[in-house]
């Protein structure tokens, strides 16, 4: 075992989903039943490997384990920062890990950066990939508060300059695929061996030259295993993975080897289901049994420095056989999902962005070289920023890098100029080009960034950078013929994403008529300040006129804009913005517009909501996704009560027909195939939603849906009640000495087995093992002594563990 050495390397990364305006993602149904796709990532499988089980033979929860603590993993700074925000429990069990990793491994820790925004480094210019390498290493040293040792590269895409900058940057090693080792010897200097192909030996750390004269370590992970792993199921079983790993190990081995893997970290938990588990127990197999020795790169490498040195294929990657054409031309490499179709829009996208990074960088440097000392130095530092957008860091920034004491507006114009070059290399994230159409989401988006520099550079410049755009994009070719090519698909999808502050605050005084936000309201990105707001009412019909100061939080830029909307029920909204232009012509703007609506004159009142505002005029369509879906959520209420109460009438009038139709085998209706639908689930929803659940009252109305023959609506109904048992955890958490708690709670376990669908118990199942876990000793103590609710606890303890699959400890019973 002294000899034997296993690493798992977890490349954990989503792309960028959020809105280039909005700096947020807005809701995606394809992840219902969760908010977007990040957030369902983490659950499945962020989340799940920051709390992991090891389960006994009787599938009871024996650990709960950090399972980040035990391989070696990268986040991409992205997610990072969406973590932060979203999901701020799962990102501080991975900064826990990183400090437990260090205790483990001799003082090294397991995370390792990665170049910021997953740009392909051997595509960008030499600028571009000096600054993805410092934010990677400067966002990392934020989040985990020490220097990085080892630097991720985007698709392992590799080449010799941006292995230079990273060991300028003190970046001590990297991980590549065997298939781009090229040649190896030994560091004495023997004869170069061919190993390409992949047939380099991954059980050894290598010593690469580098152009400058520095030197840096590579590793080559084992391909066949982890090829097995993230495509031919080696996750199923954790104690067969643990022994695949273990079979790398030569039978006759005397000497220092590691055995190591990498894959894309969401194969633990959202490929795989379940993938987190198979790697916890992994993990525990080997360890236990004391077959191997679990480590980190830095660990190591620290213990066994190379003795080789390889010579790679530059421009090679681990998920292109062409190197890196995938990011550039129509190679044949896809998703393999649409054979029909072609990539041939590649290369013209690419084309296209690099002209516009080309011809905005020259004005970029101009402006900025009147401002700033540097400007490049000035983006590089960008990212402290980007990391912390608080007034004291902007301020500590700007007199860092400013020439001079700068005015209000200087300071807009540099904040401008270095969000336009933080989308000048968002637009080059990696996905844009890794999927199959060019109207895909991922591909979408970067073209979104494009618009956001082309945007700024509108504000910025003279010159109109967006025709010659558009004639470049307009090249690439769609393979779907409703969207023709990329300039049809920039006018579809990326123009009307563009926003100014005036379609902020119209966001903003459409979602006042449904909301009392106070006086100040944060909009995503942006802030509104209200300064003045009238309400006229006549009879269900709405007119509401104010005066609004509309903040970028990103860029600083403000403006007073004032608003007048007319909501004449339901869905029909009117609502016009435009800048506040002194208080005489504002308040001729009210009198005109209440004149109007005073004498019910609702036509004449959308036509001076035109005249004021012109072409500024907005409707519902207008408000922001989230915010749409909520303000339609209200509207449509009093609508669906209506509906609901009369298929219940329906329903119950004909209960007994809808059951003999059923029970016969006779085909239903499809009106009281609906009745029975929409009764039963609505009175299943309010039975999971509600405070007091009662198992009791439920059977029967399961036992009337089957006797019935209703769809359930099992995802929507599952996720209601697993949100109420998560409720009664967070309570018996809060009060563990409350035995009625813990009753409800067995009783909420009992009737999950019964149901005819899954209910996700995972985070109520972690609640209850801490509990069990911290409180049984002290119960344990007071029940030896005599004390009968400390018996009792225990009584409903032990049956809370076995409702939940969690084992106690042998020293309850």
């Known amino acids: 075992m002294n ?93 826990e890990a990183d400090r437990q990793s ?363 950078f967006e025709p010659d755009f558009l004639k470049h994009l307009e090249l690439a070719k769609s393979n779907l013929p409703e969207h023709g090519n990329g300039r049809a698909i920039y006018e579809k999808f990326v123009r009307p994403a563009i926003l100014g502050l005036t379609a902020v605050g119209a966001h903003y005084a459409i979602s006042s008529l449904f909301q009392d936000d106070g006086e100040r309201k944060s909009i995503y990105a942006y802030s509104a300040d209200m300064e003045d707001y009238r309400i006229f009412q006549a009879g269900s019909t709405k007119l509401v006129i104010g005066r609004a100061k509309v903040t970028s939080e990103v860029t600083r830029i403000s403006t007073s804009l004032c608003f007048g909307v007319l909501h004449l029920g339901d869905h029909s909204i009117s609502c016009g913005t435009g800048e506040y232009q002194g208080a005489q012509k504002y308040e001729a703007l009210v009198k005109e517009l209440s004149d109007a609506f005073a004498g019910a004159d609702f036509p004449k009142t959308i036509l001076l909501l035109g005249k004021h505002f012109g072409a500024s005029t907005y409707s519902l369509i207008s408000l922001f996704a989230d915010a749409r879906r909520k303000v339609l959520g209200m509207i449509m209420e009093p609508t669906l009560r209506e509906g609901e109460a009369a298929y219940r009438a329906l329903y119950e009038h004909h209960a007994p027909l809808i059951r003999f139709l059923t029970g016969s085998g006779t085909p239903r209706p499809k009106v009281l195939s609906v009745a029975a639908d929409i009764c039963l689930n609505a009175k299943l929803r309010k039975m999971f939603d509600g405070e007091g659940l009662d198992p009791e009252m439920v059977r029967p109305l399961l036992e009337e849906a089957r006797l019935a023959g209703a769809n359930l609506d099992a995802t929507a109904l599952g996720v209601l009640l697993s949100g109420n048992i998560e409720r009664l955890a967070d309570q018996l958490f809060e009060q563990p000495e409350d035995v009625s708690l813990m009753e409800k709670l067995n009783k909420a376990a009992k009737l999950v087995r019964t149901l005819p669908f899954e209910v996700n118990l995972w985070k109520t199942q972690n609640i209850c093992f801490k509990i069990l876990h911290t409180c049984c000793s002290d119960f344990k103590e007071k029940s030896a002594s005599g004390d009968e609710n400390a018996r009792e606890w225990i009584h409903h303890a032990t049956i809370l563990a076995e409702n939940f699959r969690i084992r106690l400890p042998s020293w309850l019973h």
């Open 102 to 464: 260090m205790e483990n491994y001799s003082g090294h820790g397991s995370a390792l950066a990665q170049a910021y925004n997953h740009m392909i480094l051997p595509l960008a210019n030499s600028r571009d990939k000096k600054t993805q390498i410092a934010w990677g290493i400067k966002d990392f040293e934020y989040r985990f508060g020490r220097k990085p040792e080892g630097l991720w590269l985007p698709e392992t895409a590799v080449d010799l300059e941006s292995l230079d900058i990273m060991a300028q940057h003190e970046i001590v090693f990297a991980i590549l695929s065997p298939s781009q080792a090229q040649q190896v010897r030994s560091i004495e200097g023997e004869e170069w061996q061919d190993v390409s192909g992949g047939r380099i030996d991954p059980g050894m750390a290598y010593q690469i030259s580098l152009p400058s004269g520095r030197k840096m370590s590579l590793f080559f992970y084992d391909g066949p295993i982890s090829q097995a792993l993230a495509f031919e199921g080696l996750l199923n079983n954790g104690e067969n993975f643990a022994n695949r790993l273990l079979s790398a190990f030569p039978d006759d081995q005397d000497s220092p080897r590691l055995v190591h893997i990498a894959t894309d970290g969401e194969s633990y938990g959202h490929h795989h289901h379940g993938g987190d588990m198979a790697l916890a127990h992994a993990l525990h197999y080997i360890e236990s049994n004391k077959l191997a020795q679990l480590t980190n790169y830095g660990q190591y490498l620290e213990a066994h420095p190379p003795t080789h040195e390889v010579e790679i294929f530059e421009n090679s990657s681990w998920s292109c056989v062409h190197g890196i054409e995938r990011w550039r031309s129509d190679c044949g490499c896809n998703s393999g999902g649409n054979p029909g179709w072609n990539q041939a829009w590649r290369a013209p996208l690419r084309t296209a962005l690099d002209w516009l990074r080309d011809t905005v960088n020259p004005a970029y440097e101009q402006l900025a070289g009147r401002l700033l000392t540097d400007p490049w130095a000035a983006r590089d530092a960008y990212i402290d920023i980007i990391i912390d957008r608080s007034p004291e860091r902007i301020s500590q920034f700007l007199k860092r890098h400013a020439i001079r004491s700068l005015s209000y507006e200087d300071e807009i114009t540099v904040l401008k100029l270095m969000e336009l070059q933080r989308h000048a290399m968002l637009m080059y994230t990696s996905c844009g080009w890794f999927f199959d159409e060019l109207s895909g989401i991922e591909t979408v988006q970067v073209i979104q960034y494009a618009g956001r520099v082309l945007q700024l550079a509108d504000q910025l410049f003279t010159e109109a």
């Open 3 to 95: 000899n034997r050495f296993i690493c798992i390397h977890g490349h954990f990364y989503q792309p960028p989903r959020e809105s280039p305006w909005l700096e947020a993602i807005e809701i995606q149904d394809s992840a219902f039943p969760y908010h977007d796709w990040n957030e369902r990532i983490s659950a499945e499988c962020y989340a799940a490997n920051a709390v992991s089980r090891i389960w006994d033979m009787e599938g009871r929860i024996i650990q709960l384990v950090n399972n980040y603590a035990r391989i070696s993993f990268n986040f991409g700074p992205t997610i990072l920062l969406w973590m932060q925000k979203y999901a701020a429990d799962v990102y501080e069990a991975i900064q």
